[in-house]
C-alpha cells in the first residue's frame, strides 16, 4: 500500500508558539491531502482539505488563520498552528489520497503547555 | 452522505474468524464502501473498499449483500495485533470535487482479540 509519513510524531510546545507539521506521500503523488484532529477517545474530525497549488478548504469551525495549510508539492503538505494553546493539544493525522482510496500518516501527537 | 451503524464493541477469540458487521441501509448506488481500522495512538489502516462485488485482499474479506445495505468486514484468523476500532465508511466514487473524495468516521467497532 501507499506510505505517507508524518513528522514530527510528538511535540511539546510553550502556549502561544507555533508548531508546524508536515505530512508526506512517499511513494506516491497526491494533488490531495487532508488533515485530521483527533481527540482523546473520540473519532476522527476532518479538519481541512489541502489541494497542491490553492487555498486550502476548510471545514466549517476550523479557525483558517490558526491552522495554516500549505501544500507546494504533489508530495508535501504543512498544517502549522499558530499561537499555541493547550486547547489545541490533540492528536494530527493527515492524509493523502490516490485515484480511489486515502492513505494515512501515522499521526503527530501535539501538546501544548 | 449515506450513514453506517456499526456496534460499538465486539470480541473475538485468537485464531479464529472476526466477522464485524456494518450497517449502510441508505446507501447510494455511486456510493462504495471503505473499512478502515485504528490501532491505539496510531493513524487509520486502510483494509479494504467495494461496490457490490465481495473483495478480498491479503488482510480481509469484504462481504456486501446483494441489496447492498449492510456488509462484513472478515478478518480470517484473528491475532492480538488485529485489536482495534474497526471504521466502516461509504463513500461516493464521483470525482467531480474534493468534497466527494472525504471520509467521514463514525464511531467505529472496538474489535478485542482475546489470547
Known amino acids: 500500500g501507499a506510505v505517507v509519513s508524518q513528522h514530527p510524531s510528538r511535540v511539546i510546545c510553550k502556549s502561544g508558539t507555533s508548531v508546524k507539521i508536515e505530512c508526506r506521500s512517499l511513494?506516491?503523488?497526491?494533488?490531495?491531502m487532508f488533515w485530521y484532529r483527533q481527540f482523546p477517545k473520540q473519532s476522527l474530525m476532518l479538519m481541512a482539505t489541502?489541494?497542491?497549488?490553492?487555498?486550502?478548504?476548510?471545514e466549517q469551525g476550523v479557525e483558517k488563520d490558526k491552522f495554516l495549510i500549505n501544500h507546494a508539492s504533489l508530495t508535501l503538505s504543512t498544517l502549522t498552528v499558530t499561537s499555541a494553546h493547550p486547547e489545541d493539544s490533540s492528536f494530527y493525522i493527515c492524509?493523502?489520497?490516490?485515484?480511489?482510496?486515502?492513505?494515512f500518516g501515522p499521526g503527530t501527537r501535539l501538546t501544548v503547555l | 452522505d449515506a450513514k453506517t451503524t456499526q456496534p460499538p464493541s465486539m470480541d473475538c477469540a485468537e485464531g479464529r474468524a472476526a466477522n464485524l458487521p456494518c450497517n449502510h441501509s441508505?446507501?447510494?448506488?455511486?456510493?462504495?464502501v471503505y473499512w478502515y481500522r485504528q490501532i491505539h495512538s496510531q493513524g487509520p489502516q486502510y483494509i479494504i473498499h467495494?461496490?457490490?462485488n465481495n473483495e478480498t485482499n491479503e488482510m480481509a474479506s469484504l462481504i456486501i449483500t446483494e441489496d447492498r445495505k449492510s456488509s462484513t468486514l472478515i478478518l480470517p484468523h484473528a491475532t492480538l495485533r488485529d485489536t482495534a476500532v474497526y471504521y466502516c465508511?461509504?463513500?461516493?466514487?464521483?470525482?467531480?470535487?474534493?468534497?466527494?473524495?472525504?471520509?467521514?468516521f463514525g464511531k467505529g467497532t472496538k474489535l478485542s482479540v482475546i489470547p
Open positions: 492524509s493523502a489520497r490516490t485515484t480511489d482510496t486515502q492513505y
Open positions: 511513494d506516491f503523488q497526491a494533488t490531495t
Open positions: 489541502s489541494n497542491e497549488g490553492s487555498k486550502a478548504t476548510y
Open positions: 441508505t446507501i447510494s448506488g455511486n456510493e462504495y
Open positions: 467495494g461496490l457490490k
Open positions: 465508511i461509504v463513500r461516493p466514487y464521483s470525482y467531480s470535487g474534493a468534497g466527494s473524495y472525504q471520509l467521514t
